[in-house]
């Protein structure tokens, strides 16, 4: 049967441990999301100069048709001057022809500008799409690296919530007692940690320096106190469990 101070020892490093798993699985998510958001950016921004460059396209085809249209004109009515000799039908269609004239050369001046506006934002569209090339590269392998690193946590997040289960059980069938105050406590707000090694004479959840006769309770006959100034659990390592986490220690190194 497991002492109660050993399921107090385990289950307290896995509560902390929890914790740091599930900060850093927000912490992963979020820099994730970050970088999503910047790809994203980039893909609008492209999206966008390629939308501009297909408007001028459309602006740019639109001028040349005019351009043919005026050009039209002048030929048929060219044609016509060629084979009247009615003197104000030649007038008319000779200050026709030169309005035309003067219609093409305007729709010319706005095509050219047009044509120069297209280049330069293909030449931009060019620049932007050589740049990220190289940066959606960049953010693929840093999006798949910490994708990996959520899987890797996530899964050792769910190993110690088992291992807590599995400790749990141990302490409900051995110690129903001050399980059952443990579960109260548990779901309290209130209490920052349930179950608090006593370090340097104080309470590691609430940080409050005990009364000495607590401290001394707990190192003679009482396996467990509880804070009385925030509810947690107090415990302290017994020798051989301390021998022991040194010897693990050791045995690390
Ligand atoms: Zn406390």
Do not use: H
Not at 6 to 24: A, D, H, Q, V, Y
């Amino acid at each position: 049967m497991p002492s109660l101070q050993s399921i107090f020892s385990e289950l307290e490093k896995l509560e902390e441990r929890k914790i740091l798993s599930k900060n850093k699985i927000q912490m992963l998510k979020n820099k994730l999301k970050e970088v999503q958001v910047d790809r994203e950016k980039l893909q609008k921004r492209i999206q966008q100069k390629r939308n501009e460059k297909k408007e001028k396209d459309l602006q740019v085809r639109d001028k040349e048709l005019r351009v043919k249209e005026e050009e039209e004109k002048i030929r048929k009515w060219e044609a016509q001057l060629r084979e009247t000799s009615k003197f104000r039908e030649q007038k008319t269609l000779m200050d026709e022809i030169a309005e035309a004239k003067r219609e093409k050369n305007a729709i010319e001046d706005e095509l050219l500008e047009l044509i120069f506006q297209r280049d330069e934002i293909e030449n931009e569209l060019k620049k932007l799409e050589q740049e990220s090339e190289k940066k959606f590269g960049e953010y693929q392998e840093i999006e798949k690296e910490i994708e990996e690193e959520i899987k890797k946590t996530e899964s050792e997040y769910d190993e110690i919530i088992n291992r807590i289960q599995e400790i749990l059980k141990d302490f409900q069938s051995n110690f129903p007692e001050i399980f059952g105050y443990y579960q109260e406590i548990s779901v309290d707000k209130k209490v920052r940690k349930t179950i608090a090694k006593v370090e340097k004479s104080a309470c590691t959840s609430c940080y409050l320096v005990l009364p000495p006769e607590i401290e001394a309770r707990l190192y003679t006959n009482s396996s467990y106190e509880i804070c009385p100034n925030c509810g947690a659990i107090l415990y302290v390592e017994s020798e051989e469990e301390n021998q022991l986490e040194d010897k693990q220690i050791q045995e690390r190194k």
